[in-house]
C-alpha cells in the first residue's frame, strides 16, 4: 500500500494536478495584494491630488477671468485668499471637492441648506455672497485649482532694477575715463605750451631781441568814443538785439511747455497706459463728452487698486523701486479711507490736492468732446506719448500759433455725418477740392476759440 502510494504521488497526472492547484493559490495571492495596493494608492491620490491632474497654464487664466476681481492667491480681499485652499479646507474643515464644487456653482444655495461653514465664512466677509459659476465644467475647475496649487514663487535676485544699476555704473565709469583722459591732455597741452614759450625767451636773450615799445599810443576805447559812426552802429545793433531777446521772453509767457509738477501721489501713466494698455478715456472718461477731461475720482483708482495692493518685481526701476510704487499705493488707501487688512472703508478721508499741468487762459474755448469725439484724435496728438511717461508733463506748447497750425492741416472727416453733407459739398466747389480742412471751414475764426 506504501509504495503504491508513493508511486501514485509520483504520477504525471497528480504532479501536473497538484502544480496547476499551486499555480492557482499563487495568483490568487498575487492578484488580492496587488490589489491591495492598488487601493492604497488610490485613496492616497484621490485625498491629495485633486489640483495635480489640471493645467495650472489654464487655471491661470481661468482664475484672471472669474476669480481675480476678488480673489488673490495670498492675501485676503474682497473673498479669503485661495493658495492652496483646497489642502486647506481638506485638513481644517475636513470638507472634499464635492463642497468645493457646489460653493463655485452655487455659494448661496449652500448657505442657505444651513452648512455651518459655508454660513461662517459668508458672515466673516461682510454677507458678500460669491457670484455662481454655473458655466465652469469640472475640468475648468481643476485648472483652477491646480493653478492655485501652485508654489509661491520666491523672490528674484537683482533683476531688471539691477542691471539698470550695472548699466548706468558702467556707463559713468566710461564718462570718468573720458574726462580724465580730456583733463590729461589739456595739462600736457598747457605744459608744453610753456616750455615752448620759455624756449622762445631763452632764443630772444640769447640774440639780444628786444621788443620795441611804441610811445604816444592811444587807448583803444578813446579811439572808439572818437569814432561816431562806429557808436552808432554798435548802438543799432544792441537796440536790436535787445528788442529781439526782450520780444522772444515775453512771448514765452503763459507758455508752460515742458511743465512737470510733483503730484502728491505718484500717478505712473508708463505703467497704467503703457504697460497694463488702460485707455485713457477709462479715467478721463468726461473727454468723450464734456469741455473738460476731469481728474478721476479716487473711486476710479479703486476700481482696480482694491485687488491691486501691489506691483510685480519686474515693474520696479532703478529710480523708482517695488516698495517706492507700493508706498504710493498705501497713500492711495489712506487718501480713501480704505483699511487693506480688513478690506472695507473707514470713512476717514483725505484730500488729494492734485497739481493743475494742462492749463489754458479764461479767454480761450477748448471742447475735448468735440475734438475726441467728434473729430476722432488720439489722446496723444495734443499731450504726446503719455505711455512712456513715468510723471506726466506738458508735451505741446498750446499756444494760439500751435492750435492754428492743426487747424490748417487737419481735414474734417464727414464721412456718415449728414450735418456736414451741403456745406461741405458747396466749401468743395468753391476750394476746388476733395478734402477741407478744419480751417477752411471756419477754423480760423476769431469766435471759434474766443469769447
Not at 231 to 247: E, G, Q, T
Not at 364 to 371: A, D
Not at 422 to 428: A, C, G, T, V, Y
Request: aromatic share 10%; proline share 4%; charged share 20%.
Amino acid at each position: 500500500m506504501l509504495k503504491e502510494t508513493i508511486n501514485c504521488e509520483f504520477h504525471p497526472t497528480v504532479k501536473k494536478n497538484r502544480y496547476q492547484h499551486m499555480t492557482q493559490v499563487t495568483n490568487r495571492k498575487l492578484n488580492s495584494r496587488f490589489q491591495l495596493l492598488s487601493l492604497f494608492f488610490l485613496i492616497l491620490f484621490s485625498t491629495s491630488s485633486y489640483a495635480q491632474d489640471g493645467d495650472p497654464v489654464t487655471g491661470k487664466a481661468l482664475f484672471n477671468t472669474n476669480c481675480a476681481a476678488c480673489h488673490s492667491l495670498d492675501k485676503k480681499l474682497t473673498g479669503p485668499a485661495l493658495r492652496n485652499f483646497e489642502t486647506r479646507l481638506s485638513d481644517e474643515q475636513g470638507l472634499d471637492r464635492e463642497w468645493i464644487d457646489a460653493w463655485i456653482r452655487n455659494s448661496s444655495a449652500v448657505i442657505k441648506s444651513g452648512d455651518a461653514y459655508a454660513v461662517k465664512i459668508y458672515a466673516e466677509y461682510n454677507n458678500a455672497a460669491m457670484t455662481p459659476m454655473p458655466q465652469l465644467s469640472d475640468e475648468d475647475i481643476n485648472n483652477i485649482l491646480a493653478y492655485t496649487a501652485q508654489p509661491k514663487a520666491a523672490p528674484q535676485a537683482g533683476g531688471e532694477a539691477t542691471t539698470q544699476t550695472d548699466e548706468q555704473s558702467t556707463s559713468g565709469l566710461s564718462n570718468e575715463i573720458i574726462l580724465g583722459a580730456l583733463a590729461i591732455l589739456f595739462m600736457l597741452l598747457a605744459i608744453g605750451l610753456y616750455l615752448v614759450n620759455k624756449t622762445l625767451r631763452r632764443f630772444a636773450a640769447a640774440n639780444n631781441v628786444n621788443v620795441p615799445i611804441t610811445e604816444n599810443r592811444i587807448p583803444l576805447w578813446k579811439a572808439f568814443v572818437k569814432n561816431q559812426f562806429l557808436i552808432l552802429v554798435v548802438s543799432i545793433f544792441f537796440l536790436l538785439a535787445s528788442a529781439y531777446f526782450a520780444f522772444g521772453y515775453f512771448m514765452q509767457l503763459g507758455v508752460d511747455q515742458g511743465y512737470q509738477p510733483v503730484q502728491p501721489i505718484h500717478f505712473s501713466h508708463k505703467i497704467h497706459t503703457g504697460d497694463n494698455k488702460i485707455d485713457c478715456k477709462y479715467c478721463h472718461s468726461s473727454a468723450r463728452v464734456s469741455k473738460t477731461s476731469g481728474i478721476p475720482s479716487l473711486n476710479v483708482c479703486m476700481n482696480c487698486h482694491k485687488s491691486i495692493y501691489e506691483v510685480s518685481p519686474e515693474t520696479a526701476t532703478a529710480e523708482y523701486s517695488k516698495e517706492f510704487y507700493d508706498g504710493e499705493i498705501n497713500r492711495l488707501y489712506a487718501a480713501v479711507g480704505w483699511d487693506d487688512a480688513d478690506q472695507r472703508y473707514t470713512g476717514e478721508t483725505q484730500p488729494v490736492k492734485w497739481i493743475r499741468v494742462h492749463n489754458l487762459p479764461d479767454f480761450v474755448y477748448y471742447n475735448h468732446s468735440q475734438h475726441v469725439s467728434v473729430a476722432g484724435l488720439e489722446c496723444q496728438t495734443c499731450h504726446g506719448p503719455v505711455e512712456e511717461m513715468e510723471e506726466v508733463y506738458q508735451y505741446s506748447p498750446l499756444t494760439m500759433a500751435w492750435c492754428l497750425d492743426c487747424h490748417k492741416k487737419t481735414n474734417v472727416n464727414v464721412q456718415g455725418n449728414e450735418y456736414y453733407a451741403k456745406i461741405h459739398e458747396e466749401l468743395s466747389k468753391k476750394y476746388g477740392v476733395d478734402q477741407l480742412s478744419v480751417a477752411q471751414m471756419g477754423g480760423l475764426e476769431c469766435g471759434k476759440c474766443h469769447y
